[in-house]
């Protein structure tokens, strides 16, 4: 879990590294920092449980350490989304940084298209608002869901969804 919680930080930094908004990237990489700290944390508290003798309070620590990490993971996901939304700026051709561009692009391009389709079909009540929908906008966070394995073999980073074949010029 420590070392998925540094995949993270790469991929936060990675994505502040190119956001056009200065905001977002500081925020962006104020999140990376702090999900490196937790993930540093557990991955000692993770060490040194794994030498002791096994305590109800070092199980507590570890689990609360995890549950921080996970916490900071989404503050990451969630400040990535509004660097995206802002824009990135085109990455140089290392091919880490292309795939890192590639998958937000695909989800802004994600985002989007739902906002047009939902604007397209504006269903209205009686008082002519906007009926409430219970398709929610697509995130990075379920991005990530869809492509996490279920066994030990963790991508080095999230990658774009294939075949997904929006683009700019339907929007």
Do not use: Y
């Amino acid at each position: 879990i420590a070392s998925d919680g540094q995949l993270f930080v790469k991929f936060g930094r990675i994505i502040a590294k190119h956001c056009l908004d200065k905001r977002c990237s500081a925020e962006l990489l104020c999140a990376a920092e702090q999900t490196h700290t937790i993930s540093s944390q557990l991955s000692i508290v993770a060490r040194v449980k794994a030498v002791t003798a096994e305590s109800k309070s070092s199980s507590e620590l570890l689990v609360s350490n995890a549950q921080n990490l996970i916490q900071a993971v989404l503050h990451v996901l969630k400040a990535a989304e509004a660097a995206c939304i802002k824009g990135l700026r085109q990455p140089p051709p290392d091919p880490e940084e292309e795939e890192v561009a590639a998958f937000c692009t695909q989800w802004r391009k994600n985002l989007l298209w739902h906002r047009a389709k939902e604007s397209l079909n504006s269903d209205r009540d009686e008082l002519g608002l906007r009926k409430t929908r219970a398709r929610a906008e697509p995130t990075l966070m379920a991005m990530v869901q869809e492509q996490s394995p279920q066994t030990e073999n963790t991508p080095k980073h999230p990658k774009p969804i294939k075949g997904h074949t929006i683009t700019d010029s339907h929007l």
